[in-house]
């Protein structure tokens, strides 16, 4: 078997889009400060503050659960409890960093679609102010979810309103922002500073970068001491222009919605694909590139054998089919002939 | 002002090697598996132990504090102690990452050059045993030093032999490993494996890499868990074919050695300079691409309106000045005619 | 009002039982070493030798949340994960200490009784050796449970044997093991050593001592470097005599079994006393010292006025009453006449 | 050999002072509320308010190092940075506690008498405000010292002010602060909040005590989440009020004083003893209860089978000799005696 040059097991799998591959090497030249004391990186917080708002506060970072863990860690003390989806990254996919760099626990919440809603959060609040029991402060969501739904604006309000009366604050995973922004057709600073979030991880790896992800804050207050936190959390490139070149070069003329766009598109086309094969039953809204889908047990490793993807769920056969910005019109219907022709048997 | 294309502030201004940005562009072809399960890592891991010898296991990290924290982390718990130099990187510039994520007590200890040697760490050993203090159980050096000298060989095995003996390690922070090894003449498997290493930080930033570190154990039994210590430190990258392409090609007909003996040279061409010049004295043994100076104070400032290079102690008016992969001749000369100048006022 | 004496909201309410306090004068003469080198010491822990088992080895620390803390950070690394019931202690009582000092993710379960079962600890492996999930390491219960439950001897054998099988450890959190081997009638060895629990928090506050708890490892090797963990953990006492000589004087003669059977029987007599009462519902079986009950609401606040008491939970006006080595019969009876009084309005 | 009845090994090994024995009695009477609601302990925190002032946040807590961690984490982020004595508790005693609880990197000075100078902290202050590095938050001193040295008032003025003026906190290590103030015939509240400690660790056990420790806020703000930081660090005791009113007994009438000024003379009686041997020699003005001698090595050896104390340094043949609430002025004298046979050798 050839692996099929494009899959559908993770936007991660995708490589550079070229502008941000052209970017990187317009930004090689010379010597530049490490650490985040360079022009690129000037330039792209400027950049930054443009699409997110005036007040942001912006540090880049290596990855997507550096930028949830060091933002966790700097906006909590270890007594805190972070609530966050049963089904989310932070709880499940990161190895208990949040345990171990910040030291608190998480508080996970079953949720419909893996999204959180402020009734559910409400009573693990009455212990608040009993020694014995972790301290609730930071309500964590990714938007768009690991199951690819998308919080509304206004759920997103409803959240930070419901956190900041608590004492809390709002945290959004959004290593897919860009996917929730352009299928929600309002701007990032709408979907964030303008909902009430307070920080924020904005990941460019899933959308056309090689590696970096952003920590935004909207309360300068909050970002305080983070360029400490970073630091001590191994998570301080030190060549930071290239970092922002990406970042810069992903904002510019919003690159980011056209990438976010078309993956986002291309999950819509597979969803309608799927939705007209009678044994292939979709389980979650598609509301960014994530498609999943329950399928025949023995077609799934038929599929397999031509395309890359994930089973999600083994004793459901539910596969989680994600799509990039680099995925075409062509590889969704070459993957919905392939799942028609594993289901003929 | 204008800033000049190239300084002597650090060797991680400098920007990426033109054979490191070509392999990048070369490995951003459809997707690869995220995570390391792709074959440009199993290529660099295979370079890696045609280099550093086979028993070598891998691990490609974001960053240099990353590595040598998830290292560490790896071979000890909490209540063990890293011994390592005074002016060491773990030791000073890394925020306390060591003491928050391995939870570990440093015993750093004053040496010449910011060296270690066996005969002063045995006295930390005294109180083995004792349920009131940390034991020791990693000597960790970095090679070349913080402060451009270089361990030999036999320097390096004293020290392994000495940590073996007393049941402890010996790990290399190697950020700068290439200096060493092209300033001794020897192999990297020579250096590490050959000298009774543990556990390597290899760096590739600092050489002529846009990012990327890896973490070799040269005993696949303390390697068994790192998969997860990486994760949990927030040091996996996902498009790990990304870095696996650098080291490649920075291993591959060892550009490695080329691109650090040149910055080698260049130190050297520095120091002659330098020693050349009476109002100036050299502080440590050039051995790899630093060269540390003394010069009046008000040299300094008119220097630095001119060169970009940062001052190591205020009061002995010490500066560092670090050549790179990519410093020329001519800058080389130009910055010590500029201090010619500014001391002649 | 005046609070009375005896009040069934915990059994850490209650004294030191007068024999217990007895050999605490005892023990107060002359120096001894501190830090547990000194003759109480040996003597305690030779009768836990005897009553658990000749390969125990035996730690005394200052509580129940230290004990629990410091055994599962002595067996786990941070990457692990600690199986757990949702209810219990380590995950719901300890604000967050085995997240803080362990660094590990708790995997809390919901049971019958706050009681696990291998089947539901089984689906949790399913990510093992997967790097981006905590790896389950150990399965931790209460015995008795926060709900009064009592494991079988039977039971905890089946845990035992499903944790050893998939690699894993059993804990078991004993702040009320002596009500459990009171209520089952079986020696504290058949209940832990023979039942093939690895690491155990033996607790003595809640049956009459003033403080201390002992952390028993069942094999040496887990052991190895306890005291360490132990100190780092801020949980060896300087005074250990004073501990030992409570431990001797629980285990002499057993005293710790008389004591907690005659909570446990007050427990049953006051349980009878309610099952007599039309308007209140046992929720829980009673099999140590705690009794869980539903009353009507209002009725509650007017036996609080009278009797100290726990709401275990306001939403389904549940309480929890505590019976301790100390209770009298006739303080059960006032208590359930109490509440027939407010029932009747 | 037998071992003589009161040794001069440590404080920590004599018993229970009479007076706080008989409280423990007197306070097990009935049942009392556990975790510090309960009428002992704010009995025993009225008294602290009175020695220590109305504005004294006072917490109880297990132990010595659990107070310095407790305290030290509560004031503290993880990339702040502790300075503290070379010689000191939480450096060297500890077993790296507050490197694992607070995550903080200690930065240990050396010191005359193990004391510290604002002029030695102040070169640390260099590299404020620098993401790189431990950002300085704590000057933590011991008073009495490790070395038996005491601070004067306006020692600690000095110290307390120069931490304000740079933005840092003055925490007191007082296992022996009673010692200290007797010393000095000084009030507790001169000796802390009116010299401008911050947080203080007030020992119980090393004078008379059997357990537990206070951890005495004297800026309310910073004790705000302190019950939080005990109850996760493992150090809220249960059964709370046996040690409010063993604190109770010791502050009632001074008890405290008396103590500690009996211990502080015998060591000035030792003192004298050894003074007038020519072959011993004095290392540390003896300010507190300890005597620090150096004495022939085979001395030593032959003093150690009739009396219990511990080289301090093995090297320098320098011995630490600790006198108790309870050494007998007979006690010193047969010392003393035992010393100068073993001299004659």
């Known amino acids: 078997m050839t692996r099929p040059k494009r899959g559908f097991a993770s936007d991660n799998n995708a490589g550079v889009h070229p502008r941000v591959m052209e970017a990187l090497g317009a930004a090689n030249v010379g010597h530049a400060v490490a650490y985040g004391d360079d022009a690129y990186t000037v330039r792209a917080v400027g950049l930054f503050r443009e699409r997110f708002g ?85 309500v964590s969501v990714a938007q768009a979810t690991e199951l690819g739904t998308v919080y509304t604006v206004e759920e997103l309000k409803g959240l930070a309103e419901f956190a900041h009366r608590e004492g809390m604050l709002l945290h959004v995973d959004g290593a897919r922002l860009a996917n929730a922004a352009a299928h929600l057709g309002v701007s990032l600073e709408e979907l964030t500073a303008g909902a009430g979030v307070d920080v924020l991880s904005f990941g460019g790896a899933k959308n056309g970068m090689m590696y970096g992800e952003a920590v935004v804050f909207f309360d300068p207050a909050l970002a305080e001491d983070f360029r400490f936190v970073r630091k001590q959390c191994a998570q301080l490139p030190s060549k930071t222009r290239f970092i922002a070149a990406q970042f810069a070069a992903l904002l510019e003329g919003d690159l980011w919605r056209e990438t976010a766009a078309h993956a986002n598109s291309r999950a819509r086309q597979l969803a309608a694909e799927l939705r007209a094969i009678p044994q292939v039953r979709l389980t979650q809204p598609v509301e960014s590139n994530a498609v999943f889908a329950v399928l025949p047990r023995d077609a799934i490793a038929r599929v397999q054998e031509r395309f890359f993807f994930y089973v999600w769920n083994e004793q459901t056969s539910e596969v989680r089919l994600m799509c990039s910005y680099d995925t075409t019109e062509e590889d969704v219907r070459e993957l919905a002939a392939a799942i028609r022709e594993a289901l003929e048997g």
Chains 1, 2, 3, 4 share one sequence.
């Open 54 to 138: 005036e007040r942001a506060e912006v540090f880049f970072v290596f990855g997507g659960t550096g930028a949830n863990v060091a933002a966790l860690a700097a906006v909590t003390r270890p007594h805190h409890a972070v609530v966050c989806a049963e089904t989310s990254h932070v709880n499940v996919d990161e190895c208990g960093a949040v345990e171990r760099l910040a030291g608190c626990k998480l508080l996970p919440l079953a949720g419909a679609g893996g999204k959180l809603r402020p009734e559910q959060v409400e009573p693990l609040l009455a212990r608040r102010g009993d020694q014995h029991h972790s301290q609730p402060r930071v």
